[in-house]
């Protein structure tokens, strides 16, 4: 292709221009201010030598948070809904996994190394609750858990398996990336080649997210999004676009360089579900826009409101980015997200198949909807909507050349609109400086500071009103955790009734008597035969795995109760709020810039806890009272009760956990509260002596700023 020639002269010139920048600069910039430029051109060419390989691939990322659906995505889209990929429950688990084309099936696993484990290692070893350092834990505790003794995998770094068949894949990948994989916690991230024709020319990658807790994942991660095309970004449609998914949207993946963002509403059975009620003859209410009794109709209502949603956020980004003067590419890679395609892998793979091979969750999904269906395929192909994602996907694949060569294209303006950014942002900041000298000297910078000193008493009452706040959320979510829970424990006290085929041997009496013959009087012989008996049957398995699975996300629904009582994006808003009603930032001693990076440093400190479940002894009482196929009436009761009761105390214990949680968290957040007056207060305290220091010798620190400010200048007026 014509891109992939190596415009080699202009690229070059780039990185040549943002390296004389550096040289010009040097002397009167910050170190801090150096490595920012730095590492725009180290970026800029790790993302144009990796374009300009002759083997270079159309890089197409799946992304979204843990519980997204990206996994059983990715299997419906390429594996014809088979388990390929093993579902990750939380972000301890999530692996990074690429797919490419070979002509041998491999699976490729790299392995953290030992430097990588010696820091994780260290990190485990702190007792602290921040998610680094719990992630940690819980990683190292997996290893020994699991009886593997790391260091001789992690000295080779990879391995490699070759397979056969897809089972094959399935039974040697869940050792490696499965939630509960023998290996899955010395893993960084794995490749899987495959001998299908699909797969030419694409890399296609599963990531675990920008937000893994795990450092050296989260580097190569953000590696594969340095040099994404694609991105198919997966939004939960019961709670679609939440800050979280939001913050990852938009500020993470357009300004990585992705030509084609795709927005996916997935889970949308689940979205349907919560608006679909039977409607009753004596209704006194009527229709109710807001509800339907028949699955079309609910999905004409869910379909609104989420095209509504992503309308309103889109609309409310592109503003922001067209008044900060971002470049018209990044703003149309933004707009792509206004229409976002709905489906459920779920519903998808349902079609036509057996309601005797439905799993647990299927069978749950299946009883949910029935209610409401008249026509249940027809209503499955609805809510799976995945031709048009297929659709969609054929398409990505046919453009790969006009992807391919509009990124080519868009490498110079794009790297000079981010330097173009950055020396702005040098610039203002070098203004501001210039301003508070000059309009202070260190008499007026002393009172500015006691003035400050006197207003403590008002910042503290309103630091500890932002945490009042908190305490009395958290307390909200706490109730309405608890309903959840208990709701959840009744989604899997189902369990699956299997059909099994036995063969019967049966005989009968067969008279030899003749009457013409009298000797064979009173004669007989039996004959044989055999027919096959169909029955239904339940296995302790499934109840077993249902114990497990509602195990996981009973725990992250309660983990859920902290991160939605908490948002840290708003305490942060707070606290600078704090800031700005107690100081009059109206005036130039002021830059609320400053004080949002020592909130920014103080708020980082909260962490969530996290919760565990030991239920082996449960699922073990199970597995040691039931055997084999369960037939009668009485031995599925058993089992229903033994489920039931297992589910309940898990319910009981989680209860307990986050009761005891909830008022060590408040306590937690009475100190941090306190630590936040002290850094904060500290720190403002600290900025003003430091402007104060340099009113000593007020004109030199004034010519350097303004002699950085120009340089500033000349180099931005020179980008074109």
């Not at 990206?70 to 088979?82: D, H, P, R």
């Not at 009734?497 to 004669?523: A, E, F, L, M, Q």
Request: net charge negative.
């Amino acid at each position: 292709m014509e891109i992939f020639k190596d415009n080699d002269q202009e690229l070059q010139g780039f990185i040549t221009g943002v390296d004389k920048i550096i040289d010009n600069l040097s002397g009167h910039a910050e170190e801090r201010d150096m490595k920012g430029l730095k590492k725009l051109a180290d970026n800029f060419k790790l993302k144009t030598e990796d374009f300009y390989r002759e083997n270079r691939k159309l890089n197409i990322g799946v992304v979204g948070q843990v519980k997204a659906g990206k996994s059983s995505f990715l299997n419906t889209l390429l594996f014809n809904g088979q388990e390929i990929l093993p579902k990750a429950s939380t972000p301890k688990t999530a692996t990074l996994t690429k797919m490419e084309y070979s002509d041998r099936n491999i699976i490729q696993i790299e392995y953290y190394s030992p430097e990588e484990w010696e820091v994780l290692e260290e990190n485990a070893a702190v007792d602290l609750d921040d998610e680094i350092y719990t992630s940690a834990r819980e990683i190292v505790d997996m290893v020994r858990r699991n009886g593997v003794e790391p260091l001789s995998y992690l000295t080779k770094g990879y391995d490699q398996i070759e397979f056969g068949s897809y089972n094959d894949l399935i039974a040697s990948l869940n050792a490696y990336v499965g939630e509960d994989g023998k290996y899955t916690p010395i893993v960084k991230a794995v490749t899987l080649y495959l001998n299908k024709e699909e797969f030419k020319g694409l890399s296609i990658v599963d990531t675990p997210g920008l937000n893994d807790p795990i450092a050296s994942r989260t580097i190569r991660t953000k590696e594969f999004m340095e040099v994404c095309d694609v991105v198919f970004f997966l939004s939960q449609s019961g709670s679609f676009l939440d800050k979280s998914d939001w913050i990852l949207l938009s500020s993470q993946l357009p300004q990585k360089g992705v030509k084609k963002l795709v927005l996916i509403a997935s889970k949308y059975d689940s979205g349907i579900r919560d608006i679909l009620r039977v409607q009753d003859e004596d209704d006194i209410f009527g229709e109710d826009e807001n509800t339907a009794d028949n699955i079309p109709k609910a999905c004409k209502i869910i379909r609104k409101k989420l095209k509504r949603r992503a309308r309103s956020k889109v609309e409310e980004f592109v503003s922001d980015l067209q008044a900060r003067g971002s470049s018209p590419e990044l703003i149309e890679v933004i707009k792509q997200c206004a229409d976002p395609i709905m489906v459920s892998s779920l519903a998808y793979n349902m079609i036509g198949k057996p309601i005797a091979d439905f799993s647990s969750e299927e069978l749950n999904v299946y009883a949910a909807l029935k209610q409401f269906s008249d026509d249940m395929d027809s209503d499955l192909k609805l809510l799976g909507n995945f031709d048009e994602v297929k659709s969609l996907f054929s398409d990505v694949v046919a453009e790969k050349e006009n992807i391919l060569a509009q990124k080519a294209k868009s490498f110079i303006p794009t790297a000079r609109e981010e330097l173009k950014g950055i020396l702005l942002t040098y610039l203002e900041k070098t203004q501001k400086k210039v301003q508070i000298l000059e309009k202070n000297d260190r008499e007026q910078l002393e009172e500015q500071k006691k003035a400050i000193e006197s207003q403590m008493g008002s910042i503290r009452a309103d630091i500890a009103h932002v945490f009042g706040e908190l305490t009395a959320k958290l307390e909200s979510e706490k109730a309405a955790g608890i309903r959840e829970l208990r709701d959840t424990g009744k989604d899997y006290l189902s369990i699956k009734d299997r059909t099994g085929t036995k063969v019967i041997h049966d005989s009968y009496r067969v008279s030899d008597s003749k009457w013409y013959k009298p000797w064979t009087w009173g004669s007989s012989h039996i004959e044989h035969y055999t027919y096959e008996e169909h029955y239904s049957y339940c296995i302790a398995a499934d109840a077993i795995e249902n114990l497990r699975k509602y195990s996981i996300e009973a725990c992250n629904q309660v983990e859920e109760v902290f991160s939605e009582a908490v948002q840290i994006k708003e305490i942060k808003r707070k606290l600078l709020n704090v800031v700005v009603d107690n100081f009059d930032m109206g005036d130039a001693e002021y830059d609320s810039s400053l004080f949002r990076i020592m909130i920014e440093e103080t708020v980082s400190t909260i962490t969530f806890p996290v919760f565990e479940m030991d239920i082996s002894d449960a699922m073990n009482g199970i597995a040691g009272k039931f055997n084999g196929e369960l037939v009668s009436a009485r031995e599925k009761t058993e089992l229903s009760t033994a489920l039931s009761r297992a589910i309940s105390r898990i319910y009981d214990e989680l209860c307990n956990q986050l009761e005891t949680r909830v008022a060590d968290f408040k306590k937690k957040m009475s100190t941090t509260g306190q630590k936040v007056e002290e850094s904060l207060l500290t720190n403002i305290i600290s900025e003003f002596e430091t402007l104060s220091d340099q009113c000593t010798n007020k004109e030199k620190e004034i010519a350097d700023y303004k002699a950085y400010a120009v340089l500033l200048q000349s180099e931005l007026d020179k980008i074109k």
